[in-house]
């Protein structure tokens, strides 16, 4: 689902602008042909991925139940896993790009490869919570960095009318890896346990991996140079207020965007659910995210982007309070997964449009790009609410639903005070 895997339109829009720049074949002699074959091979980096990335809730409910000891302090510990993950995912995206710069992007892509299948079989031998952290965390953190960073911004190249259409397919890709991979784990962790699990998902990772070393390619080969960080982003954008506001207010729900997603498995099995039950959840809520943000992106031509934007964020944030709180069966916990995966993801489908509104095309990339890394703050909420969880004695998993719906409504709120500042009439299309 993720988090994340929506940075892709920043990649594109980044390459896109330097193609400009070099001396190629008019853009609208090409439109696909061979770029299907990079599309196919980026679709399963994304699949394997953030697919990865997103099932950890299942592999943290099963650690937490039979391996390590089953208390809320473990829990917290067990959540950096996911957290490490997503922070060398982005958080390494600027130094990935200086060395696709200097060395090209077929090496990166093989490393990734390289470090994304060690990382899952070297998980298998785990025998430790920090084990956990340089395996599944940091190192495939790392190889689905040099993976995601490389592949998405080649696409835009061999692409002009159908170049949506081409992104859409490709960022589907971590939409299907939620509803697949989590059935897939569930089903090979009850039969031959957590470490015959990572072996056959490294393997699994190699082999579609393998389709973006033979496939991906660029169009128009880059010249090979070192870029430096100023190169890459624009710091100057941060003095426009509008856009502080929006990175402020976004970054403050997105700190609940993870929390369901890592949790409700957990969840399930304390209501006495099955873990198939808990990995449907994960799969209906990956399915309605992906529904949502086409939903959302269609309701902001009509009604303006912050509008829209607005209206997702304050129904992700009622769907925790009014209907997580109470959910006390496995078709109350549907309903939540179903709404609240459908709303959360408005963030990711407008920030590319809102940015672009806010920044112009000149300053856009720079925008996404420090939006991005902006984003690795909000990925320790889910630790920051395991550890009031572990600090206070109130009902079970109470404070996962106070502080997911809390996120949200704190970020809400934000926006639409910046939504009155542009115009204080609250019904205009913004």
């Known amino acids: 689902m993720t988090i994340y895997s929506d940075l892709s339109i920043e990649k594109d829009v980044e390459k896109e602008l330097s193609n400009k720049e070099l001396s190629a074949p008019p853009e609208e002699e090409y439109d696909g042909g061979y770029g299907w074959l990079v599309v196919f091979g980026a679709f399963f ?233 808990g990995s449907a959840l994960l799969a209906i809520g990956s399915a309605c995210n992906f529904i949502g943000r086409i939903i959302v992106g269609v309701m902001s031509d009509y009604i303006g982007k912050v509008n829209a934007h607005l209206c997702f964020m304050f129904l992700a944030s009622i769907s925790s309070f009014l209907i997580w709180t109470f959910a006390d069966s496995y078709n109350t916990l549907i309903a939540f997964a179903a709404i609240f995966g459908l709303s959360c993801g408005s963030y990711f489908a407008l920030m590319s449009p809102i940015s672009a509104h806010i920044l112009g095309m000149e300053k856009f990339s720079s925008g996404l790009s420090l939006l991005s890394m902006s984003n690795l703050i909000p990925v320790f909420g889910s630790n920051i609410a395991s550890a009031i969880e572990a600090g206070v004695s109130s009902t079970p998993f109470l404070s996962y639903k106070m502080f997911a719906g809390t996120a949200y409504f704190a970020g809400f709120l934000i926006l639409f005070c910046w939504k009155l500042k542009l115009n204080r009439n609250p019904l205009a299309k913004i």
């Open 45 to 277: 980096v994304q699949i394997t991925g953030f697919g990865t990335i997103n099932s950890w809730g299942l592999m943290q409910d099963y650690y937490h139940q039979y391996v390590f000891d089953n208390t809320p302090q473990t829990l917290v510990q067990l959540s950096f896993v996911s957290t490490l993950s997503l922070i060398f995912t982005y958080g390494t995206s600027p130094i990935i790009q200086m060395i696709v710069s200097i060395v090209g992007l077929r090496p990166v892509i093989i490393a990734g490869t390289i470090f994304a299948t060690l990382a899952l079989e070297l998980a298998s031998l785990s025998t430790q919570i920090w084990h956990l952290y340089l395996t599944q965390g940091v190192l495939f953190g790392i190889g689905t960095s040099c993976l995601y960073i490389t592949v998405m911004g080649v696409a835009t190249q061999w692409f002009t009318k159908r170049r949506g259409m081409a992104l859409g397919i490709i960022s589907g890709g971590s939409a299907m890896g939620g509803l697949v991979v989590p059935f897939v784990f569930t089903k090979i962790n009850s039969n031959l346990g957590p470490a015959w699990t990572y072996r056959i998902m490294g393997f699994v990772c190699l082999g579609c991996d393998l389709l973006a070393c033979i496939f991906v390619k660029e169009r128009v080969p880059s010249n090979k140079h070192r870029k430096k960080l100023s190169q890459l982003i624009n710091f100057s954008v941060l003095k426009n207020t509008d856009f502080l506001i929006f990175l402020i207010g976004s970054n403050v729900s997105l700190f609940g965007y993870f929390i369901p997603f890592f949790f409700l498995p957990t969840n399930a099995t304390y209501l006495g659910l099955s873990a198939s039950q």
